[in-house]
């Protein structure tokens, strides 16, 4: 399936499942909410029967044989009390299948005609069904006395009749058969009905709403899937526009940022590796193109074969070796971290190593090379032989191109627990923009740092790669004596 389906889907199935969740709960409290009301209503329902029983005891002089006529009575006279109290109207009909009452005598004796009773519908007289639901119990509340007898069996509230101050009688009132009846369950349909319009309305709107957030969603995401295998296919000039605000997740955003960015590190990584390659042909051409002329001249003779001609070719074959082992040894940091053997070393000798090793050539070249070491530093744990090759490396540096006369100056002090190496120079400098390219391979800065002055070109880059193997970072900056400065900074305990 399709990212845009899958979203589409999830979103539905999340709204369908809020709203099923909200809807139970609401039809559940619903009827348990309704049921409560209902039983409340029956109780009250009850204690009118039961008071309007008592009323009708209390003017006898005897309890009756005969308890059917009399509940009809009750239940009269308890619909009665009920339309009074504004809850219902008229009277309500007996219980069913009870006799109509005895009609009542006159004084005389002579039966007289009932009065016309109108008869309003079932449903509008006794709503709740509450007369059919009655039943008369004997004291003991063994004994059915009036109503169906099968009342008895289901759950209900009982009420007792008292007279002349015992309990003569129970009545009790059985629980609905269903939920509602009648006009109740014509309300609760009403809202159920409701409820369903609502989920049918909320289902549709999730649908609308999944469609645009998921096609909004995956549009952006579909441009950033071309641009990545455009980039694949070497297309490193890919951009993707920059989203409008508020035009989709920021998350989206940032990925498109983020192809962004990859395609422009890749680009600047595929100009770097085209100048990097055509650099190295054209440094290792130079040392060939002499080995080849001097080679042609023993074989056609113009040379004569003697210790000078084979001591310029050994020059030239060590430094064609020295330009493929830094080459090497540069592409191995970039694969991985150089691999050092750390052990204890003694900072102050391998600094003053550097400057006795140094400082004949400084003079040869007319500099003045400057080196005020303390007498202590504290005790470290480094590659020695790696740290010598790159203080070697910063050394060669400044002194290939610092004018004469100039000097350079080689200070270290101890920040805490890491060392800081300074090596600076006097004219000429960098351009502030052009000191963190220093690191480059193969770059010099010109004119002042041309290829005329020799080198590899891969000094600085080597000595970055030393720095950051034992856990240190090496930054150039512009020098108080006007050239370059170069810091190194090394933890004396690399982790």
């Avoid at 509230?157 to 058969?177: F, P, S």
């Avoid at 004219?427 to 020799?454: C, I, K, M, N």
Wanted: aromatic letters at 4%; one cysteine or more.
């Amino acid at each position: 399936m399709r990212l845009v389906h899958q979203l589409s889907l999830l979103l539905i199935a999340t709204a369908l499942a809020a709203v099923a969740a909200v809807a139970g709960l609401v039809v559940w409290n619903l009827r348990a909410g309704f049921s409560d009301y209902l039983q409340v209503q029956d109780g009250e329902h009850l204690t009118r029967l039961m008071e309007a029983a008592e009323r009708d005891l209390a003017r006898r002089s005897e309890l009756p044989r005969e308890w059917r006529p009399v509940l009809r009575d009750w239940l009269d006279a308890a619909r009665i009390s009920a339309g009074r109290a504004g809850l219902g109207e008229g009277p309500p009909p007996g219980a069913e299948g009870l006799p109509p009452p005895p009609p009542p005598r006159d004084g005389a004796g002579d039966a007289r005609p009932p009065p016309e009773v109108r008869r309003d519908p079932p449903g509008r007289r006794d709503p709740g069904n509450f007369g059919p639901r009655v039943l008369v119990l004997s004291a003991d509340g063994q004994t059915p006395l009036a109503g169906r007898r099968e009342m008895i069996h289901r759950p209900g509230q009982t009420r007792a009749v008292k007279w002349r101050g015992e309990t003569v009688l129970l009545l009790r009132l059985a629980d609905r058969a269903g939920p509602v009846d009648g006009v109740d369950a014509s309300f609760l349909r009403r809202q159920y009905i409701g409820l369903a319009v609502v989920a049918a309305g909320v289902l549709l709107v999730a649908l609308v709403l999944a469609r645009w957030v998921a096609v909004r969603w995956v549009r952006p995401l579909a441009e950033v899937q071309t641009a990545a295998r455009r980039i694949a296919a070497g297309e490193f000039d890919v951009r993707l526009p920059a989203p409008a605000d508020g035009a989709g997740p920021s998350e989206i955003a940032g990925l498109q940022g983020d192809i962004n960015a990859m395609a422009t590190s890749l680009s600047l990584l595929e100009s770097s590796r085209r100048r990097w390659i055509a650099e190295l042909s054209h440094e290792l051409r130079t040392p060939l193109a002499v080995l080849r002329g001097e080679v042609e001249a023993l074989v056609d003779g113009i040379r004569p074969l003697d210790r000078s001609a084979l001591m310029s070719l050994q020059e030239e074959v060590k430094r064609l070796s020295r330009l493929v082992e830094d080459f090497h040894l540069l592409a191995t940091s970039e694969l991985r971290a150089l691999p050092c053997e750390f052990a204890p070393t003694a900072p102050v000798a391998l600094l003053q190593e550097a400057v006795e090793r140094f400082a004949p050539r400084a003079r040869a070249l007319g500099l003045v090379l400057e080196a005020p070491l303390p007498a202590v530093l504290p005790a470290t744990r480094w590659d020695a032989v790696r740290i010598s090759q790159l203080l070697a490396n910063l050394l060669e540096n400044s002194l290939r191109y610092t004018q004469a006369p100039g000097l350079v100056q080689l200070g270290v002090r101890a920040l805490g627990a890491v060392i800081e190496v300074r090596v600076e120079d006097t004219p000429p400098g960098v351009p502030p923009q052009d000191l963190e390219r220093l690191f480059d391979p193969l770059y010099r800065a010109d004119p002042s740092r041309s290829r005329a002055f020799g080198g590899s070109g891969l000094g600085l880059s080597i000595a970055r790669a030393i720095a950051q193997a034992h856990g240190g970072e090496l930054r150039a900056e512009a020098s108080s004596l006007g050239g370059v400065a170069m810091i190194l900074t090394l933890p004396l305990m690399p982790s």
